[in-house]
């Protein structure tokens, strides 16, 4: 099963967990509508596109409504600690939530006691809280983008606002520098998946792959071009494949689904996972 | 299913620092009243800079405390981080797309339309109010939005807000020009 655990902007969604469907236009869980916007609805509407796609099982979803109290991340946290040994996902994504250390801690402890231990992939604050907390190398992957480099490549911030500011003024060439830092300094997952102009790819420190192709640079100004990015990941991993040709193929359908909305910077991220199904068609590699 | 919500943990990362002991005491209690997770400590000598008692907090959270600290007039000297240099990242990277502007505060980018001042998107972060911020902003004219300040809680929301009163500035001036 791939878990997809995140936040929802609602005051008044409660902890719900199942299977989730997406129809295309909207996130459906539990009976409950959420709309496709930036965040993990994101996430998980392109998880499912993909899963659709491959067939395979339907991905879950425990998502909770949080406008940035904490209140929401603090029962998801909670319920992850007590319920995931039973649930044992064999991929886990953590995506938006409020970063608590303390309670990252706990959850990282409870997937030890899976089954058989999940492949742990956290994306926005829930990378942010496994940085801080020194829970990187727990992780499986990471998939930050140029600007959270910085941050996984300081050891002394604690979220990418403090980051060192010669290290978020570093160009894109500077990237394989900060990756293999990051990961000497234990602030990076054994795999990287590093989101940007061109996307990197990097294992234990080490590039391993490089997509830059189509270039669609209005992708970085769309809200939520790298959450979809990160549910495909987990979809592709789910459906069966390899860690590093799944990352390679979500970051290149990410880029043939804006290059065939035609993206521009005020594309809506609802257009990009609605040419999904289009670029899984005719260009997924078999 | 829907499910219940059972206990609470902290984390620490932040430390807030007052002049007295009395301001430290009432920050505490207000902070507690507002749901946050806070306990009074020692500063570490190193970072002690008014009364030695501190409020700690998860940094994260620093843009709500301020606003609530602001809102009961409680006076403090500084939000730091535990770690660290304390200071936050002040560069902004700004990219023209054409039509479009993207300006870029440590994680977060936020791009608007040059002839209208209309935002037309949000992107990056990781706290929980950027989905609700992205959705309460999007579409509206820069000039008449309420800035992510007022209304987010974390250190992801402070980082828009750098964002956007950035715009907002380029968009003035380019309206005098």
Known sequence: MLLICGTIPADDFPLTVGPVFFDGDALILDGKTIPCTQGTAALASAACTVAGHLGSERPWALLVGDRGTGTGSRALYEHLIENLPSLSPGVLVLHYMLPIMGLMKKVCRSAEQCQRRPVMIADAAAMYAAKAAGLAPRFDIFTPDHSEMAFLADPEASHPAYASRHLFESDGAMIPELARASFQQKGAAAMLVIKGATDYIFEHGQMVAHISEPDVPALEAIGGTGDTISGMLGAFIQGGQGLCDAAIQSARVNRLAGQYAQATPATKIREIIAAVPTVLKFHLKK | ?177
């Not at chain 2, 932040?14 to 009243?33: M, Q």
């Not at chain 2, 620093?62 to 403090?76: A, F, I, M, P, S």
């Open chain 2, 1 to 177: 299913m829907t499910l219940g919500f059972k206990k609470k943990e902290k984390s620490e990362d932040g430390l807030i620092l007052f002049h007295s002991v009395e301001d430290a005491i009432a920050a505490e209690r207000i902070l507690k009243e507002a749901g946050y997770e806070v306990r009074l400590v020692a500063p570490p000598p190193e970072l002690r800079k008014g009364c030695d008692l501190a409020v700690e907090i998860n940094l994260v959270e620093k843009t709500g405390v301020e606003r609530r600290l602001r809102e009961k007039k409680t006076d403090y000297l500084e939000i730091l981080p535990v770690k660290g240099k304390g200071r936050l990242l002040d560069v902004v990277k700004v990219t023209d797309f054409g039509e479009t502007l993207m300006v870029k505060a440590a994680n977060m980018k936020l791009t608007f339309d040059k002839a209208s001042g209309v935002i037309v998107n949000i992107s990056g972060g990781g706290c929980p109010d950027i989905p609700a911020l992205h959705a309460d902003l999007l579409d509206k004219r820069i000039s008449e939005a309420v800035s992510p300040k007022e209304k987010g809680y974390t250190l992801c929301s402070l980082m828009l807000d750098r964002a956007f009163e950035e715009s907002l500035a380029l968009w003035k001036k380019q309206r005098k020009e």
